[in-house]
């Protein structure tokens, strides 16, 4: 029987995919796709947002090839101009930006939806702490202050917005960046007592968060101070994580995602649905295809041929480590709830375009262990 021959350029690109990577996404997003259309079953207006999330998957996938075949060493060249107009639009956000259940995070794109600008932010500040802890001097303890100010003006600006949960995210983008980036580990363990110390003062004070969002991270310590209010979220979730069992109680049948019990169950809380739905096997599943994204991305960053891309791709691992962890977590009231998407899987065209696109990247960085890919020597 004959085979079929494929170009050599075709079979040399195909070797230096990361399958890793690409397996995994492909596979959460289906599996978003059918929890939000789960979720929103019997929300008349919502009922659309699954044939939206399909749609921006597609955006999506193709923002990833275009990424996937950018040399990712452009980016070190572009990062400070893309770190500036980055600030301009967190800034044009907070002049300017839509508003929607009391923050102002968007901006209106008409009959297109709406952008969310602190979503690519994430990559782009990777980006940036990347090339900066390759391009600065790191010789005193004082050097730490440029990563800590270039990470600190846009965090500012969308604590503002208000929106703490992508805060926290470019905190341990940084984080993880300083952990493999710095020589000297006590420069590291001083900045991790800084966090530790400015965490404390932010929760203890009144000057920085909004009421609710210290109410959402007191009620962690207290789960049943407010049943009614900041816990409500929280003992919801639980009721329905719990309540799926072994083998969930059947897609369309899970009665606090039917019933609308937990808020923003299609969003931050899409674990819930897979919990309740499918079951412990069900969220099992997925946690399993999470690994293997992670697995993946640990591996380009083992395989990246320079610092640079090493520490980029560090930083979008330490991304996508921290939404999942923090994400399914906060679901089962072992994190406090900070109002992190789960990646591919919570509807949102940002986010899942922003994903997308630094799986993009991975991939590029991936494909460069083979010397002549992309016109590389």
């Not at 959460?28 to 059918?34: A, D, E, K, R």
Request: charged share 10%; net charge positive; proline share 4%.
């Amino acid at each position: 029987m004959a085979t079929i021959a494929l170009p050599y350029e075709t079979r040399r690109y195909l070797r230096s995919v990361n399958w890793y990577l690409i397996v995994a996404a492909a596979v959460l997003t289906m599996f978003g796709v059918i929890a939000i259309q789960s979720a929103d079953l019997h929300n008349s207006d919502a009922a659309s947002e699954y044939k939206k999330q399909i749609f921006y998957a597609i955006v999506g996938i193709g923002v990833m090839y275009l990424f996937s075949r950018i040399d990712y060493r452009n980016f070190a060249r572009w990062a400070p101009w893309l770190y500036a107009a980055n600030l301009l639009i967190l800034l044009f956000v907070l002049k300017s930006g839509h508003n929607a259940m009391g923050a102002q995070r968007w901006i209106s794109l008409g009959p297109l939806g709406t952008f969310q600008p602190s979503e690519p932010a994430k990559l782009i500040l990777a980006i940036f702490i990347a090339w900066g802890l390759c391009k600065w001097p790191f010789q005193r303890i004082e050097d730490l202050a440029r990563p800590l100010v270039a990470v600190g003006v846009p965090a500012l600006l969308i604590v503002k917005q208000p929106d703490l949960g992508t805060t926290l995210v470019l905190l341990s983008i940084l984080s993880t960046q300083l952990f493999f980036g710095l020589e000297k580990i006590k420069y590291f363990l001083l900045y991790a007592a800084g966090v530790v110390s400015v965490a404390a003062l932010t929760v203890g004070t009144n000057f920085i968060l909004k009421p609710f969002q210290k109410d959402r991270l007191l009620v962690f310590i207290k789960p049943g101070a407010d049943p009614q209010g900041a816990g409500y979220n929280l003992n919801q979730s639980k009721i329905a994580v719990g309540s799926g069992e072994w083998f969930g109680r059947g897609l369309h049948h899970g009665t606090q995602t039917q019933l609308n019990f937990v808020p923003e169950h299609s969003r931050d809380f899409i674990f819930t649905v897979v919990a309740e739905e499918l079951g412990f096997l069900g969220a099992v599943s997925l946690i399993a295809c999470y690994v293997m994204l992670l697995y993946g991305g640990i591996q380009t960053m083992l395989a990246a041929r320079d610092r640079f891309g090493f520490l980029l791709a560090a930083g979008i691992v330490g991304m996508f480590a921290f939404h999942i962890i923090v994400n399914v977590g906060m679901t089962i009231g072992i994190m406090p709830i900070t109002g992190i998407p789960l990646p591919f899987m919570s509807y949102g065209g940002s986010a899942i375009i922003t994903n997308f696109a630094a799986l993009g990247v991975l991939l590029n960085i991936y494909s460069q262990k083979d010397r002549g890919m992309l016109g590389n020597a």
